[in-house]
């Protein structure tokens, strides 16, 4: 929906989804979104990629011009730290998420089940070009030191040891 506003305001968008269903309800979320797709006249700026590995997600990030995040896992999910880690802004209405990236901008987080707000968010991004590449390098600067395998490595332990 967010994808058809956008669009309906003369914005070049397009949404690349990448991964695919694993559960039921999965592939029936996929079959209504590929039918609101075709109904809202969208099939030429909407690509399905499916499942990739994680190599070949570095392509997909840093192609991107945003990282939309809707996920509800109730954790960090660590395709954000990736996005953020190849210097592609995200935009995210994940409670774990929000901390991390509302230090940066605060359209980076966006209203759970608000489209409007989410179209606000990206569009925001679109017309950001100075403060572009400044946004970038503190993204990642943020994974690559706030988030590394051996910091993680030494909090679990910690946790453990207790």
């Known amino acids: ?11 070049d968008a397009e949404l690349i989804c990448v991964g695919g269903p694993v559960t039921r309800d999965d592939k029936v979320y996929v079959k209504e979104l590929k039918n609101y797709i075709k109904e809202k006249g969208l099939n030429r ?7 990739i590995s994680n190599t070949e997600s570095v392509k997909y990030f840093q192609k991107a011009d945003v990282f939309v995040h809707s996920s509800e896992t109730g954790s960090l999910d660590k395709v954000v730290l990736e996005s953020m880690a190849c210097g592609t802004p995200v935009v995210t209405s994940n409670d774990s998420a929000v901390p991390i990236l509302s230090k940066f901008n605060s359209n980076c987080v966006f209203i759970k089940n608000d489209e409007k707000d989410l179209a606000r968010k990206v569009a925001y991004f679109y017309g950001l070009k100075d403060d572009m590449h400044n946004l970038q390098e503190r993204l990642r600067e943020e994974v690559v030191t706030n988030h590394n395998i051996v910091d993680l490595i030494n909090r679990v332990s910690s946790h453990i040891k207790e």
């Open 1 to 11: 929906r967010a994808l058809s506003m956008l669009v309906n305001k003369g914005l």
């Open 45 to 51: 700026k909407v690509k399905f990629v499916g499942p």
